[in-house]
């Protein structure tokens, strides 16, 4: 551990902003480049349930 | 030699790659998370801060696992191209259009983090520093092929298409890398790199490597996951695709 | 082969003289270009000589790119295009004669036309020389390079913004050494490295751009 207190964690020695900005924003990317492909996908699942209703129904 | 061709065609066949991909996605996505998980606490808590740059120094933790990957997906772009084009495999036409949205955003994590730790460290939100400036080129490369892919219509030419720029674009980069260093030397625009450390201590440089592999994962992860989801499209009117759509349409309601 | 280059050279030639506005057009965008930058940055001539190498050599980047968009579409609408790959002539040499040829009329004229705006731009004669030869090589790598672009981008409607965005970013190199010859040129220092290296890049260009227009232009047809 090289920070002795959560608050010192916290300030990354006058860098907080910076790291945590820069980690931050990084994680959310990530989130969006997993969360799109399953978005899209569930999308896609749901256009394919329609089509197979309207199919059964004719 | 015969063994590898039909093991070639095999990982061609769209449905054997549903398949295998669906047993790697989950120990993936598993390794992926938890490397990325270890990687980001060791590099922010555990590992010294630097002598000269302090603690804005972990942004590397992030930077440059981006960076790695921002280059490495465009060299794979450029090797499913050729795989596409020489031997007519349709799934690499799928990850050459599937990996390119993944390499313009980890190159825009590289340049944001890098603007980022430019602020402490040069006093500027962007410098134009050597290594900066070629990622910024590689985010326009990759700008080109997406957009060479969505302006042509028909979906196997726009596979070609992107094949050729992205062979072209792998075959200047070198080009552009060394120019730019080049031009940067006799400029003299930063005094001092943000990434070259003379000797990094084992404790700094093994969570980078954690998060590196981590990284690679993440993308191997999120590659399957647009890949299938295209196989699944493409091959909609093929018997085995049909039968899973429908099973997981059943799953779902 | 040498028979192929000049019959294709020759047909450029006709129709740029038929059309004399498409060998104009890239030539007064050159001079406009450069007009506009004396009236954005202010006429100081300290100013403007310190930034000349630099304006003049992305002015003739984007005339260059400018000329090329719709180079090969003529053939690609009259048919001339899929006559070309099935005339049993290796397509890479005759895109090469027909780029290089394309090149002879345009791009010359414009290595021709910048010392002229070189001196308006407050060039010292001296620098003139430096400045010609590493158009002289530069722009033959351009027009290939971008000729790239043309070929991928050949049956679609409106390909000219595409065209930019494929290609720009790989003009980088020749654009960082050419105006870094002009540079040297101006602070008296020896340019022939610079122009050494420009001129190996073209040779890279001659050598595989070829490939990957020819490449281009089949799927183009194909589609």
């Known amino acids: 551990m090289s920070f002795s207190s959560f608050a010192e964690f916290l300030a990354m020695g006058r860098h ?41 129904m004719q | 030699m015969t063994m590898s061709w039909t093991w070639l065609h095999k990982l061609g066949s769209p449905k054997w790659f549903y398949e295998i991909s669906g047993r790697w996605l989950s120990w993936l996505a598993w390794a992926a998370a938890l490397l990325i998980g270890i990687g980001i606490a060791w590099g922010l ?12 120094f972990r942004i590397i933790y992030i930077h440059v696992p981006a960076a790695f990957l921002a280059q490495s997906i465009y060299v794979m772009l450029a090797v499913a ?13 799928v990850a050459l259009q599937q ?4 390499g313009a955003w980890m190159c825009f994590v590289a340049l944001l983090t890098g603007a980022i730790w430019g602020k402490p460290t040069w006093g500027a939100w962007w410098v134009w520093d050597a290594r900066l400036t070629s990622m910024l080129i590689l985010l326009f490369l990759y700008f080109g092929i997406i957009a ?53 201590p084992v404790e700094m440089w093994l969570p980078l490597l954690v998060l590196v592999i981590g990284f690679y994962c993440f993308f191997a992860v999120v590659l399957l996951l647009r890949m299938r989801l295209e196989v699944l499209k493409r091959e909609s009117r093929s018997a085995w695709a049909r039968t899973e759509v429908a099973a997981l349409v059943e799953r779902r309601s | 082969m040498s028979n192929v280059f000049l019959l294709l050279a020759m047909h450029e030639a006709r129709l740029l003289c038929r059309r004399p506005a498409e060998l104009a057009n890239p030539l007064v965008f050159f001079a ?101 030869l590493s158009l002289m090589l530069g722009t033959p790598v351009l027009s290939l390079l971008g000729a790239v672009g043309a070929a991928l981008t050949v049956g679609l409607k409106r390909g000219g913004l595409l065209l930019a965005l494929l290609i720009l970013p790989l003009y980088v190199p020749v654009l960082i050494l050419g105006s870094g010859a002009l540079q040297a040129a101006l602070q008296g220092l020896p340019a022939t490295g610079h122009l ?24 183009g047809v194909g589609e």
């Not at chain 3, 001539?45 to 003529?74: E, H, K, M, N």
Request: one cysteine or more; proline letters at 6%; hydrophobic letters at 60%.
């Open chain 1, 16 to 56: 907080g902003l910076y790291v945590w900005s820069s980690f931050g924003i990084t994680l959310v990317v990530l989130a969006l480049n997993v969360a799109l492909p399953l978005l899209a996908r569930r999308r896609y699942l749901q256009e394919e349930a329609r089509r197979m209703r309207r199919e059964e």
């Open chain 2, 45 to 56: 808590a555990f590992a010294p801060a630097d002598y000269q740059q302090g603690n804005s």
């Open chain 2, 81 to 93: 191209g050729v795989v596409g084009l020489v031997w007519k495999m349709k799934l690499a036409d």
């Open chain 2, 99 to 102: 990996a390119a949205p993944i």
């Open chain 2, 148 to 200: 060479l892919g969505q302006a042509i219509g028909n979906r196997d030419s726009a596979a070609k298409a992107c094949a050729v720029l992205a062979i072209v674009g792998v075959v200047n980069i070198p080009i552009i890398k060394y120019s730019v260093e080049w031009w940067n030397t006799l400029h003299q625009t930063a005094t001092f790199k943000l990434t070259e450390k003379p000797a990094m």
């Open chain 3, 32 to 132: 406009i270009v450069i007009a506009l930058f004396p009236l954005a940055v202010g006429p100081e001539t300290q100013l403007l000589q310190g930034i000349s190498p630099g304006l003049l050599w992305v002015a003739a980047l984007l005339a260059v790119l400018l000329s090329l968009d719709g180079l090969f579409r003529g053939d690609f609408e009259d048919g001339s295009l899929e006559q070309w790959i099935v005339s049993g002539y290796p397509l890479p040499l005759l895109v090469l004669a027909k780029v290089l040829a394309h090149w002879l009329f345009s791009g010359l004229a414009l290595v021709l036309l910048a010392p002229l705006l070189g001196l308006m731009l407050g060039l010292p004669a001296s620098a003139l020389p430096v400045l010609v």
């Open chain 3, 196 to 219: 050494l290296w420009l001129a190996s890049l073209a040779a890279l260009a001659v050598t595989l751009a070829p490939f990957a227009i020819a490449a281009g232009l089949t799927i």
